[in-house]
């Protein structure tokens, strides 16, 4: 059990397009997800935390108008990067919170990103 | 700010040996605790959690807890090559999570 799914697992794209990526909790209902990117052996870094049917959360320093969340049910969350530039080329990975008690994060595979 | 540390390492360990992983939380109040392994290029996968004071086992894997000493740390025993990744450590307090930046693992064969 505790199955996230990511979709796409590895995007190609020019610069100035945008990139929407699905991050989905098979097996259990999140009211709480989360969305993080990871350059090469640097750490996670949290960018936003999405709440269903509310507006999502974001980090100090994360752009909200370049990176739309979207959490319209208890299984799926959206990521859009918009007008995507090389520098947002990255690895991005969603997680999806299961419920009380065990209250645990279970991660997504990620999305490669590549703006040329 | 509440803060979770680890060991960059890299950690190298023969194979069959015992790894140890540490882990240190600054907030009291932090309720869960959680161990993930992280292969390169590849995401988190959780291989334990732990809620209470003490040991947890899990198959070559223990969990100890020491809320006192505000101290998680993982073992695993009988060190395989297919465990060398970067293990990261996360802490819950509220309904956030709070990451450690994990620590590398080599086992070698």
């Known amino acids: 059990g505790a199955v996230v799914s990511q979709h796409p697992s590895r995007v190609i794209c020019k610069s100035g397009t945008s990139v929407k990526i699905e991050c989905r909790s098979l097996d259990f209902q999140a009211t709480t997800m989360f969305w993080y990117r990871q350059f090469p052996k640097k750490s996670l870094m949290l960018m936003a935390t999405s709440n269903e049917g509310s507006k999502a959360t974001y980090e100090q320093g994360v752009e909200k108008d370049k990176f739309l969340i979207n959490h319209a049910s208890l299984t799926l969350s959206t990521l859009t990067v918009t007008s995507a530039h090389p520098e947002d080329s990255s690895f991005y990975i969603c997680s999806a919170k299961s419920g009380a008690p065990t209250d645990t994060q279970y991660f997504g595979p990620g999305t490669r990103l590549t703006v040329l | 700010q509440k803060e979770v540390e680890q060991n960059s390492g890299p950690l190298s360990v023969p194979e069959g040996a015992i790894a140890s992983l540490n882990c240190t939380y600054s907030?009291?109040?932090?309720?869960?605790f959680f161990w993930y392994r992280q292969y390169s290029g590849k995401s988190p996968e959780l291989i334990m959690s732990i809620y209470s004071n003490g040991d947890k086992e899990d198959g070559r894997f223990t969990a100890q807890l020491n809320k006192a000493s505000q101290y998680v740390s993982l073992l695993i025993r009988d060190s395989q090559p297919s465990d060398s990744a970067t293990y990261l450590c996360a802490v819950k307090f509220g309904n956030q999570f709070y990451f450690g930046t994990g620590t590398s693992l080599t086992v070698i064969p």
């Open positions: 907030d009291r109040g932090s309720q869960s």
